[in-house]
């Protein structure tokens, strides 16, 4: 079965059973942990995924990741510092992510996706030890409680990845830890931020000792290097757990001084290292959508950039060349078509300074505007990609559409699972965020081929 027809499948069930959604999402909204985290925003139902599409999108997924881990040695000779600099990172940035390179790029990522004419195409991808939504196994287990939802998801041999478990699992394995191993986790923000997410690192850090890893949440300025160790209070630490994002450290990098140095003595290790900035920068995605590096790429990484990467190009001035081979004027082009693109930033998180063309209250003039602030600066245009809606009951049962995002996990063991965040599609496209409604939910795929 597909994506399609498992939903349907499942609302008719639904529909059938007069099921609401406050009784769908059940105890959800009692969980502290998806409280603090996600403030009672669920989705009615999860998404579903077949097992043909589930294992070809994580495959171009995994092709698209493994041709990012390429680029410094395929376009720059292995000079990471200017592979950093292509992708849109600042000076200070740069030297932050050189200085604190992994010895690989981590499989910790999370693909957003969006589905267009059934095909997932990829909106940016969010790779490293801040991404969200590594949760998700926990709001499956939650709405799997309702026997509506269980007893279809048994007739369909649907599951999930216990993505929290993945998840304790890559920080082992890519820190050098062996499984039964019990570092000592310093689960760090920066102090701007410490105050409103300390509630859900407490939680966080409940669940991770459930599983075996003993941690503790910290702001980088609680932490202290002494005696050949990094110490948070009367705790050694072994593991440096990054929460945040490179863009954060700029205020204040000495701070994080003492952190590196430690770790570059090998006191300490960081999970993740500060260099994922780069490889989950947009001004990468850039650069594989570029033509004129396709010579570097395998046949399979093509095909899966191909179907899964909208086009996607620095602002720069100059001609670039459209999906169809056409040679245009990016700028001249932009302005022409701006109800088919989006500009991005590089490397800011939290889809802060993204600029919809299409969005009504963004008018011609002030897309001009922005698109020449943009010139030469860490931004990208792209396509812009329409999402699919889906049906999703509300408190009364009755079903509306919602657009989805769906995010797609990497891990160390490959496929780690997906997630879910949509808003009503009455607002039509619009950034996934809070200020839209954004709600909240798990993915169920099938676990092997129907038949098989």
């Keep these: 079965m597909d994506r399609e027809s498992l939903a349907t499948e499942y609302l008719n069930r639904v529909t059938e059973n007069g099921a609401k959604a406050p009784e769908l999402v059940g105890r959800l909204p009692e969980s502290e942990m998806l409280q603090a985290f996600y403030k009672g925003t669920f989705l009615s139902r999860p998404v579903f995924l077949g097992h043909a599409e589930q294992v070809r999108a994580f495959g171009d997924v995994s092709n698209v990741l493994g041709a990012l881990n390429s680029l410094p040695d395929k376009l720059f000779g292995g000079d990471f510092a200017a592979f950093a600099r292509a992708a849109g990172l600042t000076?200070?940035?740069v030297s932050a992510a050189v200085r604190g390179r992994g010895t690989s790029m981590t499989r910790q990522a999370r693909a957003d996706l969006y589905v267009q004419d059934g095909v997932f195409k990829l909106l940016e991808l969010n790779i490293g030890s801040s991404i969200g939504g590594m949760d998700n196994a926990d709001i499956c287990r939650g709405m799997l409680e309702h026997p509506l939802l269980a007893r279809f998801a048994a007739d369909r041999d649907l599951g999930y990845v216990d993505t929290l478990r993945e998840q304790v699992n890559n920080v082992l394995v890519e820190c050098g830890f062996e499984p039964g191993d019990r570092p000592v986790v310093a689960l760090t923000d920066w102090p701007a931020n410490f105050e409103n997410e300390i509630a859900y690192m407490r939680q966080l850090c409940a669940r991770w000792a459930e599983i075996g890893l003993e941690a503790h949440p910290c702001h980088i300025g609680q932490l202290e290097v002494r005696d050949g160790q990094v110490w948070l209070d009367d705790k050694p630490v072994d593991i440096v757990f990054r929460t945040f994002a490179i863009s954060q450290i700029l205020d204040a990098p000495e701070l994080l001084d003492p952190v590196l140095g430690a770790a570059d003595r090998g006191e300490v290790k960081i999970f993740t290292p500060l260099d994922t900035a780069a490889y989950s920068s947009k001004g990468a995605l850039?650069?594989?959508?570029?033509?004129?590096?396709r010579g570097v790429f395998s046949s399979a990484?093509?095909?899966?950039i191909d179907r899964l990467l909208p086009w996607t190009r620095m602002v720069r001035a100059g001609r670039v060349t459209l999906e169809n081979g056409e040679s245009?004027?990016?700028v001249?082009?932009?302005?022409e078509n701006r109800h088919e693109l989006v500009l991005k930033p590089t490397s800011l998180y939290g889809n802060r300074g993204v600029v919809l063309?299409?969005?009504p209250e963004v008018t011609a003039q002030e897309w001009r505007e922005q698109l020449d602030s943009a010139l030469d600066a860490p931004y990208v245009v792209q396509r812009r990609v329409r999402p699919t809606a889906?049906?999703?009951?509300d408190e009364n049962g009755e079903l509306h559409p919602w657009n989805v995002l769906w995010g797609m996990f990497s891990v160390v063991n490959g496929y780690g699972g997906a997630n879910a965040r949509a808003t009503r599609a009455e607002l039509g496209d619009v950034v996934m965020n809070r200020a839209h409604g954004i709600h909240s939910g798990p993915a169920l795929y099938e676990l092997s081929e129907p038949g098989a």
């Design 91 to 93: 000076e200070s940035q």
């Design 286 to 293: 850039a650069m594989l959508s570029d033509e004129e590096n």
């Design 301 to 304: 990484e093509l095909e899966s």
């Design 328 to 330: 245009v004027d990016l």
């Design 332 to 335: 001249d082009y932009a302005l």
């Design 357 to 359: 063309g299409w969005s």
């Design 390 to 393: 889906e049906l999703f009951p």
